[in-house]
T-cell receptor, first 110, second 113 residues
Framework: QKEVEQDPGPLSVPEGAIVSLNCTYS??????FMWYRQYSRKGPELLMY????GNKEDGRFTAQVDKSSKYISLFIRDSQPSDSATYLC??????????FGKGTRLSVIA | DARVTQTPRHKVTEMGQEVTMRCQPI?????VFWYRQTMMQGLELLAY????????DSGMPKDRFSAEMPDATLATLKIQPSEPRDSAVYFC???????????FGSGTRLTVV
């Protein structure tokens, strides 16, 4: 079992929909949680990060971590075609490199 | 915008040949990572360096892969001999030890035939 599990999708939604992307992790030592966005044929780029449990909001994006259930979520409000990409969750404990999920491929249809 | 530069962007080679991938990390970043991405396995850590010293290369097949940082502006990943199962996108990323997240390069897409 990988330390970070993520449903690969693909996920297809109409423009304007609310998107929910989710991951689970198994390592209780993980304290930092991140979401990366990867466009086709590009490297991943950091979208958001959170420390420990709680929510963090940045524009249309909200990251949520529930450490009690080891659950990581990313919500995208008013989704746009430009949000079409692969979204990767990642976690680490602070002393070790990031461990990534496999990524969820999202398509937002105009 | 500071960025991580990887060369070459694409590489097609025959089985058994040596492949060298290069990475120029962001100036001032002291931690450099090599990841490999495939559809089946996703992003897997191969090796990483801090202040040019190798910290962990347990993700690499030791008999054929080697990673080095000859200086602070260059990291290399070498495969010798290459095999078809090495076909993947290889990413270099750099960051600061105390920073959150890394900056990734655009990757080297390797095809071994």
């Amino acid at each position: 079992q990988k330390e970070v599990e993520q449903d690969p999708g693909p996920l297809s939604v109409p423009e304007g929909a609310i998107v929910s992307l989710n991951c689970t992790y198994s390592n209780s030592a993980f304290q930092y949680f991140m979401w990366y966005r990867q466009y086709s044929r590009k490297g991943p780029e950091l979208l958001m990060y959170t420390y420990s449990s709680g929510n963090k909001e940045d524009g249309r994006f909200t990251a949520q971590v529930d450490k009690s259930s080891k659950y990581i979520s990313l919500f995208i409000r008013d989704s746009q075609p430009s949000d079409s990409a692969t979204y990767l969750c990642a976690s680490y404990s602070g002393n070790t490199p990031l461990v990534f999920g496999k990524g969820t491929r999202l398509s937002v249809i105009a | 915008d500071a960025r991580v530069t990887q060369t070459p962007r694409h590489k097609v080679t025959e089985m058994g040949q040596e492949v060298t991938m290069r990475c120029q990390p962001i100036l001032g970043h002291n931690t450099v990572f090599w990841y490999r991405q495939t559809m089946m396995q996703g992003l897997e850590l191969l090796a990483y360096f801090r202040n040019r010293a190798p910290l962990d290369d347990s993700g690499m097949p030791k008999d054929r892969f080697s990673a080095e940082m000859p200086d602070a502006t260059l990291a290399t990943l070498k495969i010798q001999p290459s095999e078809p199962r090495d076909s993947a996108v290889y990413f270099c990323a750099s960051g600061l030890q105390t920073d959150y997240g890394y900056t990734f390069g655009s990757g080297t897409r390797l095809t071994v035939v």
